[in-house]
């Protein structure tokens, strides 16, 4: 019997299709390659993916942390990266990262897709906020090439931002961020998606970008 999935996408739209749940249950991995598809399909022109998208390719940092893979997480691919995070003096002294392994040349625009959501808030009353997330330099200055904040719940959601890089960056001289040392709360972030689609694409209309 066929089931139906559907996935809500950061600026609304609906996606659904039709899967074998048998097949799905069995290789939930499949969820990401679904999604990935449904991105370079919605995409203006093809882009270069820039990292694997798989969650277990997240690593981070920080000291007053707690991170862990659940590998049988209700995420998109069945694996989350799951973190207990703390209030710090600093946002950045803690955060999520993946390293990019290819280069980006000035004037490339870069677009970022990701499922994620807070397994505990820091309050009834206080959203948990994740900074900076999007595409910076891997080392000092740390420039951010693209970059904002957003706001978890404790439903799965999918966010997407993009912008113009200002500058040109080697293989592996720039990362995926999330800066998390934001509020004492626990989130989970499910496959990360970075595409470079080049020059001449407008970022402001790229699809499912997060308002």
């Given at each position: 019997?066929?089931?139906?999935?559907?996935?809500?996408?950061?600026?609304g739209?609906?996606?659904?299709?039709?899967?074998?749940?048998?097949?799905?249950?069995?290789?939930?991995?499949?969820?990401?390659?679904?999604?990935?598809?449904?991105?370079?399909?919605?995409?203006?022109?093809?882009?270069?993916?820039?990292?694997?998208?798989?969650?277990?390719?997240?690593?981070?940092?920080?000291?007053?942390?707690?991170?862990?893979?659940?590998?049988?997480?209700?995420?998109?691919?069945?694996?989350?990266?799951?973190?207990?995070?703390?209030?710090?003096?600093?946002?950045?002294?803690?955060?999520?990262?993946?390293?990019?392994?290819?280069?980006?040349?000035?004037?490339?625009?870069?677009?970022?897709?990701?499922?994620?959501?807070?397994?505990?808030?820091?309050?009834?009353?206080?959203?948990?906020?994740?900074?900076?997330?999007?595409?910076?330099?891997?080392?000092?200055?740390?420039?951010t090439?693209?970059?904002?904040?957003?706001?978890?719940?404790?439903?799965?959601?999918?966010?997407?931002?993009?912008?113009?890089?200002?500058?040109?960056?080697?293989?592996?001289?720039?990362?995926?961020?999330?800066?998390?040392?934001?509020?004492?709360?626990?989130l989970?972030?499910?496959?990360?998606?970075?595409?470079?689609?080049?020059?001449?694409v407008?970022?402001?209309?790229?699809?499912?970008?997060?308002?």
């Amino acid at each position: 019997m066929h089931s139906i999935i559907k996935i809500i996408l950061g600026a609304g739209l609906l996606l659904t299709q039709s899967v074998l749940g048998a097949a799905l249950a069995a290789d939930k991995s499949k969820e990401v390659d679904l999604i990935y598809s449904k991105l370079v399909s919605a995409l203006p022109k093809d882009g270069a993916i820039m990292i694997s998208p798989y969650a277990d390719s997240l690593q981070t940092f920080g000291e007053n942390i707690q991170a862990a893979f659940n590998r049988e997480s209700d995420a998109l691919g069945g694996v989350a990266l799951e973190v207990k995070t703390n209030l710090s003096k600093n946002p950045w002294d803690a955060g999520i990262f993946n390293v990019l392994g290819a280069p980006i040349e000035k004037g490339d625009v870069i677009y970022m897709a990701f499922f994620a959501k807070a397994l505990a808030l820091p309050s009834e009353d206080d959203a948990a906020v994740i900074k900076n997330v999007g595409v910076q330099k891997g080392s000092e200055p740390y420039t951010t090439v693209i970059g904002r904040d957003f706001n978890l719940t404790t439903t799965w959601q999918s966010f997407a931002l993009a912008g113009v890089a200002k500058e040109s960056y080697d293989a592996k001289t720039t990362q995926v961020s999330m800066q998390i040392a934001t509020g004492n709360f626990e989130l989970a972030v499910g496959p990360v998606f970075v595409f470079n689609l080049g020059k001449d694409v407008d970022p402001t209309v790229l699809p499912f970008i997060t308002k």
